[in-house]
């Protein structure tokens, strides 16, 4: 078994350089390379999406993704194994309006905060998902231009009441 490079002579003009070494270490730099491709993808899907937008209500502040598309609205945090306790989604609405949150492909409970021009105008708890099946409906009581999806309890673990102040800061890049 070779350990090292290997020099090995075949005749006397001629040399033959074994270099298992060498390809072992090309083999685990690709393997090594390869798997910090999915890193990110693994990590948002683990429940710890890039943060795109910090929010602010009361004391907490929490990095946020952003769903701003109608793509991304409709899947929203559907599919996903978990969300990290003290992140969130914000879905950024362009005008007004009552809105519809189905829990469809949930696999984790979540809590809805409805936002409405700065302010928490409510705030669903504690919605459950039905693994297997498409789940509740939830639908904001008031207009609202802004919705943030947290882990269940969150919202109640932070104070976060009807009426309160949400400030976001957008990250560079971001609307």
């Given at each position: 078994m070779l350990t090292s490079i290997d020099l090995l002579k075949t005749s006397k003009t001629h040399r033959v350089f074994r270099l298992p070494l060498l390809s072992l270490i090309l083999r685990l730099s690709a393997v090594l390379i390869l798997s910090g491709c999915g890193e990110t993808a693994a990590r948002f899907n683990q429940g710890q999406p890039d943060a795109k937008?910090?929010?602010?209500?009361?004391?907490?502040r929490i990095p946020v993704e952003l769903a701003l598309t109608p793509e991304e609205q409709r899947l929203g945090l559907g599919e996903r194994d978990t969300l990290s306790w003290g992140h969130g989604l914000l879905f950024v609405f362009d005008q007004p309006n009552f809105r519809r949150f189905w829990m469809k492909g949930m696999r984790f409970d979540i809590d809805i905060i409805w936002i409405r021009d700065g302010r928490i105008s409510s705030i669903a708890r504690d919605v459950r998902h039905v693994l297997g099946e498409n789940g509740p409906t939830v639908m904001?009581?008031?207009l609202v231009d802004q919705v943030l999806e947290v882990p269940a309890g969150f919202s109640q673990s932070q104070g976060w009441r009807k009426g309160q102040k949400v400030r976001i800061e957008w990250a560079q890049g971001s609307p």
């Open positions: 937008a910090w929010v602010s209500i009361g004391h907490s904001s009581s008031e």
